[in-house]
């Protein structure tokens, strides 16, 4: 199978990304996150699998009464594949694991476009990088990150984390600076994971693909074996945290709006604690094809 996977912290431009690749038309993307691990998580699909045997039928019901944490499996039914075709292509098996599973729905994504490859955003967390290395060795993985005090401003300004500050009240405070403290160590943990794993890893900045969109692009066409199509340029990513409408501008403008939301307080500490990693993954190079 041709499979690209995005690899990455959260509000780094998955999306953007995501929905670029989706408009080749050699690329079949899934709708949203195929989560099978999450850290945190008790119900993502390898820790309710380790409650029951995942047999088919097993799977088929846990999809369709929506236990499966993430977006991709509660919303299913947009990837226009049946349940019933589904059950009876994951049936060929006595028992499954998280890669058939995978493997399969990508696969009958792939074959209703006619396309020459599928992909997925974060189907694992980016600390386990290695269970994709080793389960899809031929896989085509794109390692995306951003601006540390801009992934954190579009955390903080999102509105779930809005609305838990709001009902928080006097402890509003101490939302905001967990968020920023762990942002800022997912940060540092996920620049680990790449240069640990850089010379199986396609490294894309959220910085560079709005920045000098057609060049990023047509490298990311290069590493996917597809030809450049000059309609891919012509895509946005989904609604901004920084704004209320989706525009083809706004995602330049995103580049700066971390200044609107942080504080210069709050700029200088992220700073403070992730120069190092973040001048790091500055000065590395796009890695050879």
């Known amino acids: 199978m041709n499979i690209i996977f995005i690899i990455g912290q959260h509000r780094t431009g998955s999306t953007l990304l995501k929905n670029i690749l989706d408009t080749h038309s050699q690329i079949t993307m899934a709708f949203d996150e195929m989560n099978l691990f999450e850290p945190f998580r008790k119900n993502t699909l390898d820790k309710l699998f380790k409650k029951m045997e995942p047999t088919p039928t097993v799977f088929i019901d846990l999809l369709k009464s929506k236990k499966i944490y993430g977006t991709f499996w509660k919303d299913f039914e947009k990837s226009n594949i049946s349940y019933e075709e589904l059950l009876s292509e994951l049936e060929k098996y006595e028992t499954l694991n998280e890669v058939i599973i995978l493997e399969m729905i990508l696969e009958l994504l792939r074959k209703k476009n006619n396309s020459k490859l599928e992909g997925i955003k974060y189907p694992v967390h980016f600390r386990k990088i290695s269970y994709l290395l080793k389960n899809f060795p031929k896989a085509k993985i794109i390692f995306l990150t951003r601006n540390p005090k801009a992934i954190i401003a579009s955390k903080i300004n999102d509105p779930a984390t809005k609305k838990r500050k709001q009902n928080a009240k006097f402890k509003s405070v101490l939302i905001h600076y967990f968020t920023l403290f762990y942002f800022c160590l997912e940060f540092n943990s996920s620049v680990k994971t790449y240069f640990k ?11 560079n693909l709005v920045q000098d969109k057609e060049h990023t692009v047509k490298y990311i066409c290069d590493f996917c074996e597809v030809e450049f199509k000059k309609n891919m340029l012509d895509v946005s990513g989904k609604e901004s945290s920084f704004e209320n409408k989706q525009s ?27 120069w190092r990693f973040n001048k790091k993954i500055l000065n590395e190079p796009h890695p050879h094809i």
């Open 197 to 207: 794993n850089k010379n199986n890893l396609h490294l894309v900045t959220y910085e």
């Open 248 to 274: 083809k501008t706004m995602h330049r403008k995103s580049l700066e709006k971390y200044r609107d939301v942080l504080s210069s307080f709050d700029q200088k500490l992220i700073d403070l604690i992730t």
